[in-house]
DNA sequence: AGCACGCCGACT
DNA sequence: GTCGGCGTGCTC
């Protein structure tokens, strides 16, 4: 009689909101290994877990203990171990399930049971001996579509042929008749890499400090903008490549374009996976899977791609690295640039976060040491933009405009050149009141104001989106004349257009923010127009900031830089002096361009030191009242948020968290709940707790601690919580 | 998170 | 008499 063995038992991590494994037993004689996706019961559901270890005894009677449905991954292991490692770090680093970090780290196509169906492109060829006559004088695009066949050299996929007009059903007839065939894909032969650039010194030697590097080394690459921080971490991946390793690119979201996608794919011409948001499900996972296979060498992504599989993995680049992007502002709420850093520790290989403006926790830890500091100060053609404060105050203003703006705008466009407004605020104006009683405009979900939209005639919360029409009077006293707020950038360009009408009949003003981007393709048709380079006056929000070039503008004017200078949450000054650089840095990049910051307080030392001394010295006053207020990043910080229908239930639930902590006597500071300001949004009530500790651990115990007491908790009036360990957002 | 179970108000 | 509201508890 053989012995009844003991059945194996497998920790898994299941999707969903609580922070623990459950054990399951193994159905299959395969050894189970960590990384592997399985299909488990849950409750009454079915849901795809991921092993995270063989476990020696369960939690529960073994005997109550389900067993696995089906192992999805046959042959290997869908996370690496060292991925693995990664994200159970990352789960209790951010005090997040690991269930729904490991989740997040699959892409989309694996998060279910179905075996994803990796769409072939297929590709078609005339069949030898094929010939028109044999179809229907009647099947006209049927005689087409094979014509087309046979005059190309090349089999044509699918997607090429439906683009020119050709359906699925013309093709299948065809097919049908041994017409066509299908044909393997033709690989074309890749054009010839672009030769790297010349380096100049100060260029050579941040790559020299990259590839001497051994292990893992944090780099710094401080570069003003046009400096050529690209081509440096460009011919540092050349390095890796050569030795046979793989280099992944982080990008922002909107920084991602086709401008920065085909510089490095021009550069390593059929070696680049790109991945990022525009992306459908199956071409990410197409993408992800060559990178996991090794079939590319460079993978260029967005924040999820600092969880790309990459077996030979040898340098990690942050573009950027201060982009508020890389943080992920719901449920899990991890820093993408702060994971690649731990990767690369893991790894034992070089990271390099780059940035015209740095953030300030990176300056901090290169003042630490920690990271070395490459500094790039020179424009590769051309002087640095010269950056003018415009005293707004008791002047005349049209539309926002002070006169002297007007009349710098008008020079430009006369000497034929072309002139950026950037305004942070999207909209016709921020509200709308009524002239005779007062009333305002309010949102019925949020503590709001609606934003007046005048060409699409309606009201709108930018905060949720709720849409009202634009009433005609008012619904309190009848009376049909309105005030409108201060201006957005719908009622700057119509002001524009009208203003410069009569004296520059050529000149063009061109929007860029959200609203006239929505369409698919319009900010590549609206950015192509800059490029014409005709007079025009782009007018924009901080969309304008990122990524793009606007080589013939020669001024820039910066309307609104004092709503960031009096924020209550004091990470708004850093945000503010990072975007005031970045869109200064859009001006004359090619020709002198001269950036002028209008203001209400143009005594506001933060504005002074940057218009003055620059980022470097902005960044570093910055850092000392950081210091002296004991703030991030001197204070390792965390926030805990909650929101429930009624203001009160968010914040007991807050109060119970803070009193088991003060009972529990684990050290750091606890503030709060205090009412997020804008306390009612989407009509929910918000409200959050500080946490603040002296040393990294602290926060952490008191996280924890944090964390098991919120799970325990009665949740009424659907309350729902989470944690934000290094929050970008005060609340 | 989902989902079931369970206990009280206005409806065919 | 029930349908359905959401408070409560559980998930190996």
């Given at each position: 009689?053989?012995?009844?063995?003991?059945?194996?038992?497998?920790?898994?991590?299941?999707?969903?909101?609580?922070?623990?494994?459950?054990?399951?037993?193994?159905?299959?004689?395969?050894h189970?290994?960590?990384?592997?996706?399985?299909?488990?019961?849950?409750?009454?559901?079915?849901?795809?877990?991921?092993?995270?270890?063989?476990?020696?005894s369960?939690?529960?009677?073994?005997?109550?203990?389900?067993?696995?449905?089906?192992?999805?991954?046959?042959?290997?292991?869908?996370?690496?171990?060292?991925?693995?490692?990664?994200?159970?770090?990352?789960?209790?680093?951010?005090?997040?399930?690991?269930?729904?970090?490991?989740?997040?780290?699959?892409?989309?196509?694996?998060?279910?049971?179905?075996?994803?169906?990796?769409?072939?492109?297929?590709?078609?060829?005339?069949?030898?001996?094929?010939?028109?006559?044999?179809?229907?004088?009647?099947?006209?695009?049927?005689?087409?579509?094979?014509?087309?066949?046979?005059?190309?050299?090349?089999?044509?996929?699918?997607?090429?042929?439906?683009?020119?007009?050709?359906?699925?059903?013309?093709?299948?007839?065809?097919?049908?008749?041994?017409?066509?065939?299908?044909?393997s894909?033709?690989?074309?032969?890749?054009?010839?890499?672009?030769?790297p650039?010349?380096?100049?010194?100060?260029?050579?030697?941040?790559?020299?400090?990259?590839?001497?590097?051994?292990?893992?080394?944090?780099?710094?690459?401080?570069?003003?903008?046009?400096?050529?921080?690209?081509?440096?971490?460009?011919?540092?991946?050349?390095?890796?490549?050569?030795?046979?390793?793989?280099?992944?690119?982080?990008?922002?979201?909107?920084?991602l374009?086709?401008?920065?996608?085909?510089?490095?794919?021009?550069?390593?011409?059929?070696?680049?996976?790109?991945?990022?948001?525009?992306?459908?499900?199956?071409?990410?996972?197409?993408?992800?899977?060559?990178?996991?296979?090794?079939?590319?060498?460079?993978?260029?992504?967005?924040?999820?791609?600092?969880?790309?599989?990459?077996?030979?993995?040898?340098?990690?680049?942050?573009?950027?690295?201060?982009?508020?992007?890389?943080?992920?502002?719901?449920?899990?709420?991890?820093?993408?640039?702060?994971?690649?850093?731990?990767?690369?520790?893991?790894?034992?290989?070089?990271?390099?976060?780059?940035?015209?403006?740095?953030?300030?926790?990176?300056?901090?830890?290169?003042?630490?040491?920690?990271?070395?500091?490459?500094?790039?100060?020179?424009?590769?053609?051309?002087?640095?933009p010269?950056?003018?404060?415009?005293?707004?105050?008791?002047?005349?203003?049209?539309?926002?405009?002070?006169?002297?703006?007007?009349?710098?705008?008008?020079?430009?466009?006369?000497?034929?050149?072309?002139v950026?407004?950037?305004?942070?605020?999207?909209?016709?104006?921020?509200?709308?009141?009524?002239?005779?009683?007062?009333?305002?405009?309010?949102?019925?979900?949020?503590?709001?104001?609606?934003?007046?939209?005048?060409?699409?005639?309606?009201?709108?919360?930018?905060?949720?989106?709720?849409?009202?029409?634009?009433?005609?009077?008012c619904?309190?006293?009848?009376?049909?004349?309105?005030?409108?707020?201060?201006?957005?950038?719908?009622?700057?360009e119509?002001?524009?257009?009208?203003?410069?009408?009569?004296?520059?009949?050529?000149t063009?003003?061109?929007?860029?923010?959200?609203?006239?981007?929505?369409?698919?393709?319009?900010?590549?048709?609206?950015?192509?127009?800059?490029?014409?380079?005709?007079?025009?006056?782009l007018?924009?929000?901080?969309?304008?900031?990122?990524?793009?070039?606007?080589?013939?503008?020669?001024?820039?004017?910066?309307?609104?830089?004092?709503?960031?200078?009096?924020?209550?949450?004091?990470?708004?000054?850093?945000?503010?002096?990072?975007?005031?650089?970045?869109?200064?840095g859009?001006?004359?990049?090619?020709?002198?361009?001269?950036?002028?910051?209008?203001?209400?307080c143009?005594?506001?030392?933060?504005?002074?030191?940057?218009?003055?001394?620059g980022?470097?010295?902005?960044a570093?006053?910055?850092?000392?009242?950081?210091?002296?207020?004991?703030?991030?990043?001197?204070?390792?910080c965390?926030?805990?948020?909650?929101?429930?229908?009624?203001?009160?239930?968010?914040?007991?639930?807050?109060?119970?968290?803070?009193?088991?902590?003060?009972?529990?006597?684990?050290?750091?500071?606890?503030?709060?709940?205090?009412?997020?300001?804008?306390?009612?949004?989407a009509?929910?009530?918000?409200?959050?707790?500080?946490?603040?500790?002296?040393?990294?651990?602290?926060?952490?115990?008191?996280?924890?601690?944090?964390?098991?007491?919120?799970?325990?908790?009665?949740?009424?009036?659907?309350?729902?919580?989470?944690?934000?360990?290094?929050?970008?957002?005060?609340?």
């Open positions: 009689m053989p012995q009844l063995q003991s059945p194996l038992l497998v920790s898994v991590a299941v999707p969903c909101p609580l922070r623990r494994t459950f054990d399951y037993r193994w159905p299959s004689d395969r189970p290994e960590p990384g592997q996706r399985v299909l488990v019961p849950f409750g009454n559901r079915r849901l795809v877990g991921v092993v995270v270890a063989p476990c020696a369960a939690k529960v009677d073994t005997d109550k203990l389900k067993s696995v449905i089906e192992v999805l991954d046959s042959d290997r292991p869908t996370l690496s171990p060292a991925l693995m490692e990664l994200g159970r770090w990352a789960a209790n680093y951010y005090h997040h399930p690991i269930g729904e970090c490991l989740q997040n780290m699959l892409p989309v196509r694996l998060r279910s049971a179905k075996p994803p169906q990796t769409q072939v492109t297929l590709y078609w060829q005339a069949s030898t001996g094929a010939s028109v006559d044999q179809l229907s004088k009647r099947a006209h695009r049927q005689r087409e579509l094979l014509a087309t066949l046979m005059a190309a050299n090349a089999p044509l996929s699918g997607d090429t042929l439906r683009e020119a007009g050709f359906t699925r059903q013309q093709l299948r007839q065809l097919a049908e008749q041994n017409l066509i065939e299908q044909a894909a033709p690989s074309p032969a890749p054009p010839p890499p672009q030769a650039l010349a380096l100049r010194d100060e260029q050579r030697s941040a790559v020299e400090a990259i590839n001497g590097a051994q292990g893992f080394a944090r780099f710094l690459l401080e570069g003003v903008t046009g400096s050529g921080k690209t081509e440096v971490y460009l011919q540092a991946i050349a390095a890796q490549l050569e030795q046979g390793k793989q280099a992944l690119v982080l990008i922002p979201e909107i920084g374009t086709p401008q920065t996608l085909s510089r490095v794919e021009s550069r390593f011409p059929g070696r680049v996976a790109s991945l990022h948001s525009g992306m459908g499900d199956s071409e990410r996972y197409q993408n992800w899977q060559r990178a996991q296979n090794g079939d590319c060498d460079i993978v260029l992504g967005t924040r999820s791609a600092v969880f790309v599989d990459l077996p030979r993995l040898g340098l990690i680049i942050v573009d950027e690295e201060h982009d508020a992007s890389y943080k992920q502002q719901e449920g899990w709420r991890y820093s993408a640039r702060d994971i690649a850093v731990k990767r690369a520790a893991d790894l034992d290989c070089p990271v390099v976060l780059a940035s015209a403006t740095p953030s300030l926790d990176s300056l901090h830890n290169a003042n630490l040491g920690r990271y070395q500091t490459l500094q790039l100060t020179r424009r590769a053609a051309g002087d640095s010269h950056l003018t404060l415009v005293d707004a105050r008791q002047r005349p203003l049209k539309e926002g405009l002070d006169e002297v703006l007007l009349k710098h705008i008008a020079d430009t466009l006369a000497a034929g050149e072309q950026l407004l950037f305004l942070n605020r999207r909209g016709y104006a921020p509200q709308l009141q009524c002239h005779s009683c007062g009333w305002v405009a309010d949102c019925h979900a949020c503590d709001a104001r609606m934003t007046v939209h005048f060409r699409q005639r309606h009201l709108r919360c930018h905060h949720c989106d709720a849409i009202r029409p634009l009433p005609d009077h619904p309190d006293c009848h009376n049909h004349q309105w005030l409108f707020d201060g201006p957005g950038t719908e009622k700057l119509l002001f524009l257009r009208h203003h410069f009408a009569d004296t520059l009949a050529s063009e003003v061109i929007r860029i923010d959200r609203d006239s981007t929505s369409q698919k393709g319009s900010m590549a048709r609206l950015v192509d127009r800059v490029h014409e380079g005709k007079p025009a006056i007018v924009g929000t901080q969309m304008l900031a990122k990524g793009h070039h606007f080589p013939d503008v020669t001024l820039v004017g910066i309307l609104d830089i004092d709503a960031g200078l009096f924020s209550p949450d004091y990470r708004a000054a850093e945000r503010s002096g990072q975007l005031l650089v970045q869109v200064a859009r001006a004359g990049r090619e020709r002198p361009g001269r950036v002028l910051i209008q203001t209400h143009p005594e506001h030392p933060a504005l002074l030191t940057l218009v003055q001394q980022y470097r010295a902005f570093s006053q910055q850092l000392s009242e950081r210091k002296l207020l004991g703030l991030p990043p001197y204070a390792p965390a926030l805990i948020r909650a929101d429930a229908a009624r203001l009160d239930q968010a914040e007991a639930f807050l109060s119970a968290i803070k009193t088991a902590l003060v009972d529990q006597g684990i050290g750091g500071q606890c503030i709060g709940p205090l009412p997020a300001p804008m306390t009612r949004r009509g929910r009530y918000r409200a959050s707790l500080i946490l603040q500790a002296t040393r990294r651990g602290e926060l952490h115990r008191q996280l924890t601690l944090a964390c098991t007491t919120g799970e325990q908790l009665k949740k009424t009036g659907g309350l729902r919580w989470s944690v934000d360990v290094d929050p970008i957002e005060a609340s």
